[in-house]
């Protein structure tokens, strides 16, 4: 979306929380999500899931709650969930404080690593995919993390493609692209997360 247009903006940003599913900017504050990211956890939270989802098993890997922390493959725990999260998934998903508590060590972690390795050199890119076009902000790269930021991985192969959409490991095991998320999630605050607002907040 374009800062020229703050208006419209805005009105894009409460149709599209409206139009999507999962748990909304109350009931992550509700659960501790800081005010500043409540939006954005709330956009997030709307590709992934509620408090109480649990995916189909996709090769083996099972995820759990609204920002869909998954198991290792053949077994109901390890993974990012065992990472960050001491309890079985059915405590998990009765509990929202603890699954909003793990995503913001999650989002911080990410954070810190793609700045480590570079990906946030992204930001600023204007990116276009099946229709849609934004342009990148620290937010669209935290949420391309919900990939993970690490060494091959799908935001990492994005931007060693030189930013091409198209390229190679760009998608997960469900056919979703690293850019549907670049661009989903671009233009929100994520100060609570970055230390500052790169003048983007629906």
């Known amino acids: 979306m374009r800062r020229s247009r703050p208006t419209l903006a805005a009105a894009f940003c409460l149709l599209a929380s409206a139009a999507l599913a999962g748990e909304n900017a109350v009931s992550l504050m509700n659960a501790g ?12 939270s709307a590709s992934e899931g509620n408090f109480g989802s649990t995916s189909p098993v996709v090769n083996g890997v099972t995820c759990y709650g609204a920002f869909q922390f998954c198991s290792a493959p053949g077994n109901r725990t390890g993974g990012t969930f065992s990472q960050y999260y001491s309890g079985t998934p059915d405590q998990f998903l009765n ?11 999650y989002q911080n972690d990410q954070w810190s690593l793609a700045q480590r390795r570079g990906l946030t050199s ?10 849609e076009c934004a342009t ?13 930021c690490g060494k091959g991985g799908k935001l990492d192969n994005f931007v060693k493609a030189g930013f091409d959409c198209n390229a190679a ?6 056919g979703t692209s ?8 671009s233009g929100y605050n994520v100060s609570c997360i970055t230390n500052n607002n790169d003048g983007y907040d629906c």
Not at 95 to 105: G, L, S
Not at 122 to 131: D, E, L, M, P, T
Not at 169 to 174: L, P, Y
Request: charged letters at 15%; one cysteine or more; a positive charge.
């Open 95 to 105: 509990d929202p404080k603890a699954q909003v508590a793990a995503w913001m060590q």
């Open 122 to 131: 992204a930001i600023g890119q204007r990116v276009c995919y099946k229709g």
């Open 169 to 174: 490991g760009t998608k997960d095991g469900n």
């Open 33 to 44: 999500m800081s005010a500043d990211c409540a939006d954005y956890a709330s956009n997030v």
């Open 178 to 185: 690293v850019c549907k998320y670049l661009i989903s999630g």
């Open 136 to 148: 990148l902000t620290q937010s669209s790269i935290l949420k391309a993390c919900q990939f993970g």
